[in-house]
């Protein structure tokens, strides 16, 4: 099947600081890119649709200041968090779209300090 | 809006079968979902049905689907230890846009 691959698997950061998340499809062309967050022992809850070369859509209560999103080819999209809160601290899951299937990469831990 | 629900953890004994039950309540889904993952890891697909079918089988795998009441189920035959995860429901309107998941169902297999 095809891989999603993000970068990095974790990070730790001090309050205020901005996280760049990166994720990648390695062998297929994705024009739509999702991002998702998901708590401990929590559901993963969409954050953002990201189409390729265009502005991203983000679910209701989502602030799209703070999680800026640039989906910049067919291959790559970000996910920016800015001004990091250890209430952002959670798992950062995206997704890749080819055809009828969405394939997930292995997932971001974040932890604000 | 939509609403998946699935309950939240199931014990089983190696070698039994497993059933893993979500209920949603949006009419217009499309595509139902069965995702597994595993600690620390992401998500890995398991199978999808399309909306107007009934049943689909892959290997050890069985979804069943109801319409009417909008129920969805996953059964696992011959459960491995290899199968304790977590597995999640979803749904979607179409075919490779954003999915909606259920809380999750914690399977732990005992052997």
């Known amino acids: 099947g095809a891989v999603v691959s993000q970068h990095p698997s974790w990070v730790i950061c001090k309050s205020g600081t901005s996280v760049k998340i990166e994720c990648r499809s390695l062998d297929f062309q994705a024009t739509t890119m999702f991002w998702y967050r998901q708590f401990p022992k929590q559901s993963l809850m969409l954050m953002a649709t990201s189409n390729e070369g265009s502005k991203a859509t983000y679910e209701q209560g989502v602030e799209k200041d703070k999680f800026l999103i640039n989906h910049a080819s067919l291959t790559l999209s970000t996910l920016t968090v800015t001004s990091a809160h250890p209430e952002d601290s959670s798992f950062y899951i995206c997704s890749a779209s080819a055809d009828t299937e969405q394939f997930f990469g292995p997932g971001t831990r974040l932890t604000v300090l | 809006g939509e609403d998946v629900e699935q309950s939240l953890f199931l014990s089983v004994r190696e070698g039994d079968s497993s059933v893993i039950n979500c209920t949603y309540t949006?009419?217009?889904?499309?595509?139902l979902y069965w995702y597994k993952q595993e600690p620390g890891a992401g998500l890995q697909l398991l199978t999808y049905?399309?909306?107007?079918?009934d049943m689909k089988q892959d290997q050890r795998l069985t979804v069943l689907l109801n319409k009417k009441d909008k129920h969805l189920s996953l059964r696992i035959a011959d459960t491995q230890t290899g199968d304790s995860a977590i597995y999640f429901c979803a749904e979607s309107h179409d075919a490779g846009n954003k999915l909606t998941f259920g809380g999750g169902t914690r399977v732990l297999v005992k052997p």
């Open positions: 949006d009419s217009s889904s499309t595509y």
């Open positions: 049905i399309f909306s107007n079918m």
